[in-house]
């Protein structure tokens, strides 16, 4: 086979969404069935309001920021599917910076690139920019984060990182990682943090000086007020005030309750792939009291903070396992959200020891196997009107045992690599040194 | 509005507020064969006039003028203010009421519907609704309500139907176990199924049923196509509108969601000196021969509540297991 580069894979992906694009448009006009997701119509309804001047929030249904709608207003008066080649294009972005983070952690080209197609030919991936789902956007600013707190350009960081939590509540769990992450040990007054790299994964000695962190619960804290933390904790929240404001001064309580208070309060009683979502259409009646909240709140906090303490410095890893953890054991789960570990999965692949063959297979054949039978029990529900609420319950208990399966199998072949190597100035060993 | 009756005998002048007036009036009527019966509705200075005669054969002519005429009866009067109704014949309750009550709106369909519509008396009809057969078809959540009616155009009025453009206006109550999505109509409206088509009342789509209150769903489909041709006097429509299931209150298994009777109107809007008028004729559904014996019902699945217990002792009992493996596999993770 000829080489594959990837700017030839980054051409054939842009390309093959182009042509999806058209596809849709020719879909939507032809056939019953549309192509399109139902969420961008509510996008480009909400933009067309905003030409207007009116408020997006007067389409109901409309649950993010108004930046959203504003970055849509062309959807009105250029081409209806302005917003699907934003997000294509994100989406492209998204593969191209997963071949800028792994390069700049070392990884060869070919691994590289290999990597970054998991991402560009995942048909999942393809087809959420081009029917019009936002996810790409939000997904791209998060490994732009990544990229600016591995280059230190900690102001953008916190930028991006308040604006992301603006548009999109989830983030919010990446930032205990990453204020550990900032630890001032890996930073050397006037020089860039030395990245880990991933030639020297397996040699490199496992002393890293985070471990120094737990000793002593006021040595933690004390140590927590660096400078660095707190100018990316003041920043980030700043921004996101910011934005919160500005939206909360021209929308207002519409776009606090529809944008934020909705996603945070949300107990959808529908199906959907959630374990609780049964035990929330049977108790819908009354309203779930206080513990009964806190007791679902439990697992997901518990499992949140214990990836968070133990495998925060390596931050890509941290943050997929948080991501997969806090999709699978949260209230609602709707397929879009899989996106959201999907774009981290290629920064954490040349850092495992799984081979493809049998238990990389068997990680991706259980999720989706798992995930299919689901669907079976749902369409059941939904397209034939058989009652099996109970079959489909236990469906999505076993998909939340698939969710733990693949999580703890990449737990175990992981090879932890910190993101950061501790400054040779501060560090008592330096492996690098001996390479110079 | 009033009416004067002018015959051979002289003329009586009635007042006509409402329906019972029209009705007490015509059957005060006692009027010979051949004799003519001028109406003239309007005020004083404008009015249009109907004639009308020979009221024992029934036959149906209507003719504007004064020019006497051999047979008709009251079906239809094209004049007078009042006669317009808003775009919507649902809306005009629901900006008084704001939600369903099952009493008001059939006391609105009955009276309050401006008296510029056409009114039914006896049995004859501007258009008749020969058979109404109401099924729902589909699987699952998601089915179509689809009603298929016979109309019966009168010869005489088929050239006025299409040069007038009318449409049949179906008002649904929809009981609160099933929605119709606004957007999704909207889309039919688009793509010319439906010449427009709104829904009322309670319009969340998420809620399940027994938070939610009924909706009411007014489908305007166009008849100008379906006016027959020269020899025929029937034709049918066929209505066909999406619903969607909420999700049911507990039960056993399935729950049951029963439909009513539509309100059938027929809507005419014509263009007189630059105004546009629109008049509307309901059509009792209750004259129409119903195939169907048995009530429409639709049959929704439901969680059953004997479940709750076991489903929360399991559904938390998982989840906190799930998260203590993958603590136990992160604790014991070395990271040599």
């Excluded at chain 2, 009322?200 to 938070?211: A, H, I, K, Y």
């Amino acid at each position: 086979m000829a080489e594959i580069t990837f700017r030839s894979v980054l051409l054939l992906s842009a390309v093959f969404r182009v042509v999806l694009i058209f596809y849709g448009e020719w879909q939507d006009a032809h056939m019953a069935v549309r192509y399109t997701d139902i969420d961008y119509l509510v996008f480009s309804d909400a933009a067309a309001l905003m030409v207007s001047g009116k408020s997006p929030y007067d389409r109901s249904t409309y649950r993010y920021s108004p930046l959203l709608a504003f970055f849509l207003m062309p959807n009105s008066f250029l081409h209806q599917s302005w917003g699907k080649f934003l997000f294509s294009a994100s989406d492209l972005l998204v593969g191209l910076l997963i071949h800028r983070i792994l390069k700049l952690r070392g990884v060869p080209e070919k691994l590289s690139t290999y990597s970054a197609m998991v991402w560009l030919f995942n048909p999942f991936t393809f087809t959420i920019g081009t029917r019009g789902n936002c996810e790409p956007i939000v997904c791209s600013m998060i490994l732009w984060i990544l990229i600016c707190l591995m280059k230190d350009n900690l102001i953008q960081a916190a930028f991006w990182y308040g604006l992301v939590v603006h548009l999109r509540i989830y983030p919010i769990i990446y930032a205990l990682p990453i204020i550990i992450l900032l630890d001032p040990l890996y930073f050397q007054h006037g020089k860039k943090p030395a990245l880990g790299q991933w030639s020297f994964r397996n040699s490199e000695s496992s002393l890293d000086s985070t471990n120094a962190e737990i000793t002593g619960f006021w040595n933690f804290f004390r140590n927590l007020i660096t400078w660095r933390r707190v100018v990316f904790g003041i920043l980030s929240g700043t921004t996101f005030l910011i934005f919160t404001g500005l939206s909360f001064y021209l929308y207002g309580w519409d776009f606090l309750h529809e944008a934020l208070l909705y996603h945070l309060t949300r107990t959808d009683p529908r199906h959907n792939f959630s374990i609780y979502f049964y035990h929330i259409y049977l108790h819908y009646e009354h309203e779930l009291s206080i513990l009964e909240k806190l007791i679902s709140f439990l697992p997901q906090f518990i499992v949140q903070l214990i990836l968070i303490l133990r495998f925060a410095p390596d931050l890509p890893f941290c943050l997929f396992l948080q991501t997969v953890a806090f999709v699978a054991f949260n209230k609602v789960i709707t397929a879009q959200y899989f996106v959201w570990f999907f774009c981290l999965l290629p920064l954490i692949l040349p850092w495992t020891n799984m081979r493809l063959k049998w238990r990389g297979l068997a990680c991706v054949s259980v999720w989706i196997g798992a995930q299919t039978h689901w669907l079976m029990w749902g369409y059941l529900l939904e397209f034939r009107g058989k009652n099996v609420f109970l079959q489909l319950w236990m469906a999505s208990l076993l998909f939340l045992a698939a969710n733990t399966f693949v999580m703890i199998n990449v737990i175990r072949s992981h090879v932890f690599c910190p993101l950061f190597k501790p400054s040779s100035s501060k560090s008592k060993f330096d492996i690098s040194d001996q390479f110079k | 509005m009033f009416a004067i009756s002018a015959n051979l005998s002289g003329s009586k002048q009635f007042n006509i507020n409402n329906r019972d007036d029209i009705s007490r009036f015509l059957s005060d009527l006692r009027l010979s064969s051949r004799e003519v019966l001028q109406l003239r509705f309007g005020d004083e200075n404008s009015f249009h006039a109907m004639c009308f005669c020979d009221i024992s054969h029934k036959h149906q002519i209507v003719r504007t003028g004064f020019d006497l005429c051999n047979c008709g009866f009251i079906l239809h009067f094209t004049s007078g203010q009042t006669c317009s109704v808003d775009e919507y014949i649902a809306e005009s309750y629901f900006k008084k009421y704001h939600s369903f009550i099952e009493r008001e709106f059939d006391n609105f369909i009955a009276n309050k519907i401006p008296l510029g519509s056409c009114k039914l008396l006896k049995d004859e009809n501007l258009l008749m609704v020969k058979s109404l057969s109401r099924n729902v078809i589909g699987e699952g959540s998601h089915r179509w309500l689809s009603s298929s009616m016979r109309l019966k155009f009168p010869r005489e009025l088929k050239h006025e139907l299409t040069a007038r453009s009318c449409e049949v206006v179906v008002i649904e109550r929809l009981p609160s176990g099933v929605f119709a999505d606004p957007f999704e109509l909207q889309h039919f409206v688009q793509r010319g199924v439906f010449t427009d088509a709104s829904v009322f009342g309670d319009t969340n789509l998420e809620l399940p049923s027994f938070r939610s209150n009924q909706t009411v769903v007014e489908i305007h489909m166009s008849i100008d196509s379906k006016v027959p041709l020269r020899d025929e006097d029937e034709s049918e429509i066929i209505l066909k509108v999406p619903l969607h299931a909420r999700y049911q209150p507990l039960g056993h298994g399935f729950s049951r969601v029963e439909f009513g009777a539509p309100d059938i109107f027929v809507c005419c809007s014509s263009t007189e000196q630059d105004v546009t008028k629109r008049l509307c004729q309901p059509i009792p559904t209750s004259l129409i021969p119903d195939k169907k014996g048995s009530p429409l019902m639709w049959e929704i699945p439901c969680g059953n509540k004997e479940h709750a217990a076991v489903v929360s002792a399991v559904t938390f009992g998982f989840a906190i297991s799930t998260a203590l493996l993958i603590v136990l596999t992160s604790v014991s993770y070395s990271r040599q």
